[in-house]
C-alpha cells in the first residue's frame, strides 16, 4: 500500500496542472494559519478589520497598507484574514452538505422502492427552486451574518450529491463483479465495503472538491449583494461589496480604484482555481482506467 | 450417476409496478415451472432465444434471485429455505415438509408404509421429522435451520458463477489477487497474506495466466484473459458446479474456442460439473454431454447431445437446427423460418407456448398445453405431435 501512494504521488508530481493546484492549497492553507501573525488582531474579534481612516474614499496602496484601503479599511489585512473566512465557508458548507447528500441519496439507492420515491421528489423539489435566489431569500429570512448565509447554503447544495450518489448506488448494485462477489459468499456489509463504494463513492469526493471552490463564489456573490457577513468582516465579498461604489473609477480616471477590485478578486480567482484543479487531479488519481 | 442439482417446479415471475403507488401491475414469466436434474461430472447446455429464461434459471439456482416457488436440492439438501429470510423459512419448511409428512401419515397410516412411499431428501427429512424431532414441528424446525452460516457457505462454495461479460464481471478497482483471492478468505481456506498469494498463484496459472500478474488491474488484461480471470475467481472455492452464463458470448472466435478448451480441460482436472447456458447452438454442441431447450420460460426438449442434433423432435429445435450455418456452400438446407417473435412472457400464449409461432400447430395447440414426456430413453419433448 506504501508504494502505491508513492506511486500516486509520484503521478501527481508529473502532472504540473495538479502542481499548481495543490501548492496554490498549501499557500492559502499556510495563510489561513499565520494569518495572526502576519497581520496581528487589534480588537476583540480577529475577522474584524481593524479602522485605518475615517475617509471613506479608497486609497492606493502604501508601505503602511501594502494592498491599499477602502471605506477606511485595511484591505491586505481583509485579504488574509478573508482566506480563513473562505476555508470556513467552502469545507464546512461542503462537508455538511455532502453528508446529507450521500446519507438521503444511499439511503434511496439501496433500500428503493417507496422510499426511493419519496426522497427523490423531495430532492427534485429543491433542486426545482432557482440556488441563488433560494439563497438569497433565506438569508434574508434568517437574518444577515455568515452562519446564516452557510445554512441557506446548505439547505440548497446537497441535491447534487444525493443525485450522484444515487445513481452511481443504483448502477454499481446490478454490476456482474457485485453479483459475482455475493455468489462468492461475501457479507452484504462486505459487498458494500469493498465493491459498491468504492466504486461510487469517488464521484462524489471529486464533485465536493470542485464545489468548495464554487462555493465560495457564491457566499461571494451573497456578500456583494449584501446579504453575507456584516459591515467590515474579514471576507473577500465584502470588500467587494466595498468596491461597488467605486467600480467605474473616477472621471477620466477608470483604473484609479483597481486595488479594490484586483486584490481580493484575484485571491477568490486564485481559491477556485485551486479546488478546481485539485479536484482534476483526485479525479485521474482515483480512477484506475486512467492510470498511465 | 447422482444428480448433483435437482431443480423441481422452479417458478420465477418478475413483478412489474407502476403508477404513484408502486402497485403490481403484472407478472413477468421468466421461468413458469421448470424441472431438471445435473448430474455430477456432466456438462449441461441451456440454449434457447434471448428472453426464455436461462439466464434467469442461472440466477435463481445461485439464490440471487429467490424463486418464486419451487425447490431446489443440491447435494441431497434441499437449499430452497437457505438465503429467506427466517419467517419465511419457517414457513416453507411448515408447508412443504411438517404439513405434508402428517398428511402422508394419515393417507398412509403407518410410519413404515409412509417411508416406502418416499425417496432422496424426502426421506432423509421424514427421518429427521419423525425419528430426531419425534413427531415436534419447532424440534424439527430447529433441527432443519441450526448452522445456518455453515449451509449458506458450503451452498456458496459447491455453486459458482462465470458471467457474460467480461469487462463489467471483474472490479474495475482491486487488483487480480483481491479479486481471486477475496473467495478464498471469505470461506477461511487461506490464512495470511503468504497464503493468499500462493492460492491465488495456483489457480491463475490452473487457468493459464502467469502468476506474476497478481497485482495488475483487470484493465490490463484482454478479454480472453479477463475472462480467465473470472473462471479462476469461480475455480478459487473449488466449487462443484460452475454456472457459465454465456461464459464466451463476448469473446471473439478465437478466443473463444480456447475458453471452451480451457474449461473441458478443467473439467477433468477437477471433476466440475457444468450448466452451459449460451444462445450459440455450434458452442453447445462442442460442451455439452446433454442439452436442454427453453421456449419461453419453459422447457420444450431435453436430451442426450447426439440424440438432441441428430434428430430433434419438437419443432422448435428442428427450427433452431435449421438456422445453424454450415459453413459449406454446397449444401442446401431446408431452412424452417420462424415467424414473428417471442411473445411476451408476461402474457404467454395459451396452451403451448409455441403455438402462435409453430409451423405444426393445430386447434389442440392453443387449448391444452402439452407435457414434457419421455418419447426415447432420456428424450423428453412437450408437444402434442411427437
Known amino acids: 500500500m506504501r508504494t502505491e501512494t508513492k506511486r500516486m504521488i509520484k503521478r501527481l508530481m508529473r502532472n504540473p496542472s495538479a502542481v499548481l493546484g495543490f501548492s496554490l492549497l498549501i499557500f492559502f492553507t499556510i495563510i489561513a494559519i499565520i494569518a495572526p501573525i502576519i497581520c496581528p488582531p487589534q480588537s476583540y474579534d480577529p475577522y474584524m478589520i481593524p479602522i485605518a481612516t475615517w475617509d471613506k474614499t479608497p486609497q492606493p496602496p502604501t508601505a503602511e497598507h501594502p494592498f491599499g484601503v477602502i471605506d477606511g479599511r485595511d484591505i491586505f489585512y481583509g485579504v488574509i484574514w478573508g482566506t480563513r473566512t473562505a476555508f470556513k465557508v467552502g469545507l464546512i458548507v461542503t462537508l455538511t452538505s455532502t453528508v446529507i447528500g450521500l446519507l438521503i441519496g444511499s439511503v434511496a439507492g439501496y433500500f428503493g422502492g417507496w422510499l426511493d420515491e419519496i426522497l427523490m421528489r423531495i430532492t427534485d423539489i429543491f433542486l426545482s427552486i432557482p440556488y441563488i435566489l433560494a439563497a438569497i431569500v433565506v438569508t434574508a429570512f434568517l437574518g444577515m451574518g455568515l452562519n446564516k448565509v452557510m445554512i441557506s447554503l446548505i439547505t440548497f447544495g446537497w441535491m447534487a450529491t444525493a443525485r450522484l450518489i444515487r445513481g452511481n448506488i443504483l448502477q454499481v448494485r446490478e454490476e456482474q463483479y457485485v453479483l459475482a462477489a455475493r455468489a462468492l459468499g461475501v457479507s452484504d456489509y462486505l459487498v458494500i465495503l469493498k465493491h459498491v463504494l468504492p466504486n461510487t463513492i469517488f464521484p462524489v469526493i471529486i464533485q465536493a472538491t470542485m464545489r468548495i471552490g464554487s462555493l465560495v463564489i457564491t457566499a461571494a456573490a451573497l456578500s456583494f449583494l449584501g446579504l453575507g457577513a456584516p459591515v467590515g468582516y474579514a471576507d473577500w465579498g465584502s470588500l467587494l461589496n466595498f468596491a461597488r461604489n467605486w467600480l467605474l473609477g473616477a472621471s477620466g480616471e477608470a483604473f484609479k480604484y483597481w486595488y479594490a477590485i484586483v486584490y481580493p478578486g484575484t485571491a477568490m480567482v486564485l481559491f477556485v482555481l485551486a479546488w478546481n484543479l485539485v479536484g482534476d487531479a483526485l479525479r485521474d488519481v482515483f480512477d484506475p482506467r486512467l492510470r498511465g | ?386
Open chain 2, 1 to 386: 450417476m447422482k444428480p448433483l442439482v435437482k431443480i423441481e417446479h422452479l417458478v420465477k415471475y418478475f413483478p412489474i409496478r407502476a403508477g404513484i403507488f408502486k402497485r403490481i401491475v403484472a407478472w413477468v414469466k421468466a421461468v413458469d415451472d421448470v424441472s431438471f436434474d445435473i448430474f455430477e461430472g456432466e456438462t449441461v447446455g441451456l440454449v434457447g432465444e434471448s428472453g426464455c429464461g436461462k439466464t434467469t434459471i442461472g440466477m435463481t439456482l445461485l439464490r440471487l434471485y429467490e424463486p418464486t416457488s419451487g425447490r431446489i436440492i443440491v447435494a441431497d439438501e434441499d437449499t430452497t429455505y437457505y438465503f429467506l429470510p427466517s419467517s419465511k423459512a419457517r414457513s416453507y419448511l411448515k408447508k412443504n415438509y411438517v404439513e405434508r409428512f402428517q398428511k402422508l401419515l394419515k393417507e398412509k397410516g403407518s410410519l413404515d408404509s409412509l417411508m416406502n412411499s418416499l425417496d432422496g431428501v424426502d426421506r432423509r427429512y421424514a427421518q429427521i421429522f419423525f425419528a430426531d424431532a419425534k413427531g415436534s414441528t419447532t424440534r424439527f424446525l430447529s433441527l432443519m435451520l441450526s448452522n445456518m452460516d455453515e449451509k449458506r457457505k458450503k451452498f456458496r462454495r459447491d455453486l459458482q458463477i462465470v458471467f457474460q461479460d467480461p469487462y463489467s464481471s471483474l472490479n474495475p478497482r482491486l487488483r487480480v489477487k483481491t479479486i481471486v483471492g477475496e473467495g478464498p478468505l471469505t470461506h477461511k481456506l487461506v490464512k495470511g497474506e503468504k497464503e493468499v498469494i500462493e492460492k491465488v498463484k495456483t489457480v491463475l496459472e490452473d487457468v493459464g495466466i502467469s502468476g506474476e500478474y497478481i497485482y495488475r488491474f483487470p484493465h490490463e488484461f484482454s478479454g480472453g484473459q479477463r475472462q480467465r480471470i473470472g473462471v479462476a475467481r469461480a475455480l478459487a472455492l473449488s466449487p462443484k458446479l460452475i454456472i457459465a452464463d454465456e461464459a464466451v458470448a463476448a469473446l471473439d472466435v478465437s478466443i473463444r474456442s480456447q475458453v471452451i478448451n480451457l474449461m473441458k480441460d478443467l473439467q477433468k482436472e477437477h471433476k466440475l460439473t457444468y450448466l452451459f447456458i449460451s444462445h450459440d447452438l455450434s458452442v453447445i454442441k462442442y460442451v455439452s454431454d446433454r442439452v436442454i431447450v427453453m421456449y419461453l420460460g419453459k422447457i420444450v426438449e431435453s436430451a442426450p447431445k447426439k440424440d438432441l442434433f441428430d434428430r430433434p423432435l419438437h419443432p422448435y429445435t428442428r427450427a433452431l437446427m435449421s438456422a445453424i450455418p454450415i459453413p459449406n456452400p454446397n449444401i442446401k438446407k431446408e431452412r424452417i423460418i420462424l415467424k414473428g417473435d417471442v411473445p411476451s412472457p408476461i402474457n404467454p400464449p395459451s396452451g403451448c407456448r409455441f403455438h402462435t409461432r409453430c409451423y405444426m400447430s393445430q386447434e389442440i395447440c392453443a387449448n391444452a398445453e402439452p407435457q414434457l414426456r419421455e418419447v426415447e430413453p432420456k428424450h423428453f419433448v412437450a408437444c402434442h405431435f411427437v
